[in-house]
């Protein structure tokens, strides 16, 4: 496989980007090697700029719910760049998309749409604030809410990867807003809420964890949190960003029946542009500016390409929902056999093959992977045309797009690893 073209950009790329990537777990360190530079995508595959083609299974981290270039997302491009790319005003297409969305989830009665999931998070936690009037706040460990300055204790996705537990550059009283508690623990929460309940603003949790990889809840988690939250006046926000329209049409909240207070929404809504959103309970949306005290602004939030674009997506799915049979019958598909020494979590369409045979439910279980033997399984998939996310720990993703082939065809790569590759050390 060529990749003296990726290996000359990646060179060049280093003198003026920090790291050579505008995102971390691009830049392949926890699998070494050089980054593949994509040049284009084309359903369930990409090309890189040596010509390869891959099958891809990062799907962008996670948007591409129909694969690349889907062509009704593409049209409605084509259609709104005859008429702008940015007004900062509001656009009759806003209303439709918050509609919509509202629509398919219904706890977010109401909705601020923002350019990036970290916007919407750190919005979202800002409001549970202002409306509570409490300072603090619990996440868990191993879950990754975007890059804002309180939620990146002990974080998941690229601090996993890189093994940053917390980032410099964030003042130690930030830190101390945030509770850190185990994933899947009713027992830390209620003792967290028994302790300090009556200072607690919000509880903030991937539902399906995608930033260790994928972690679903134990049975009762979420139930537990809803119940406890509202016992203690403090708000339940969803960070569906990467589960929103990805496990489920109405997200991990409608797989699993709760109605979170507060929902923010990510990469499928933006049709594979940039675009997120917050919303939930009209009485606490209700605390943003201008009608009220909690302020959130962006000149580029509501962008006509973006909206444009998540309309064609969400529309799409609405009207197709028989798409989600699909990709949970890919999704068994690809996580039928497991392969000795692997643990594989898998929710609908979203998966990770974890490099330990003990069962994944948190951050403690997920680092006893074997890193170095995933980073051989990821170059050894790579170099037969298959694509999967740099790291042990993020999520993969299946789209639409990727055939019953395409799946047979990563399945049996995956074999040949295990049956080539006998060393599980």
Partial sequence: MKTAASEALFARAQAVI???????????????????FISRG???RIFDVDGNAYIDYVCSWGPLLLGHRPPQVVEALREVLEEGTSFGAPTEREVVLAELIAKAVPSMEMVRLVNSGTEATMSALRLARGFTGRDLSIKFE??????????????????????IADTAGVPRSFAETTIALPFNSIDAVEAAFAARGDQIAAVIVEPVVGNMGCVP????????????????????????????????????????GIRPDLTTLG??????????AYGGRADVMKKVAPVGPVYQAGTLSGNPL??????????????????YD????????LSAWTPPGVTINRVGSMFTFFFTPDPVTDWESAKKSDTARFGKFFHFLLERGIYIAPSQFEAGFISAAHTEDDIRATVEATREFFDTTKDLS
Avoid at 143 to 158: E, F, N, P, R, W
């Fill in 18 to 36: 920090p790291g050579g990537v505008n995102s971390p777990v691009r830049a392949f360190r926890g699998v070494g090697g050089t980054p593949r």
């Fill in 306 to 323: 973006a909206v444009a674009a998540g309309l064609a997506m969400l529309r799409h799915l609405l009207a197709h929902p028989e798409i």
């Fill in 217 to 256: 809840p134990a049975p009762g988690f979420l139930e537990a949190l809803r119940d406890l939250t509202a016992r203690h006046g403090a708000l339940l926000i969803f960070d569906e960003v990467m589960t929103g329209f990805r496990v489920a049409l109405g997200g991990a909240q409608a797989r699993y």
């Fill in 326 to 333: 699909l990709l949970e019958a890919r999704g068994a598909q």
């Fill in 142 to 163: 191993g879950c990754y809410h975007g890059h804002v300055d309180s939620l990146l204790v002990k974080a998941g996705s690229g601090m996993a990867t890189l093994g």
């Fill in 42 to 44: 084309e359903g369930a």
């Fill in 267 to 276: 990469k499928i809504i933006g049709g594979g542009l940039p675009l997120a």
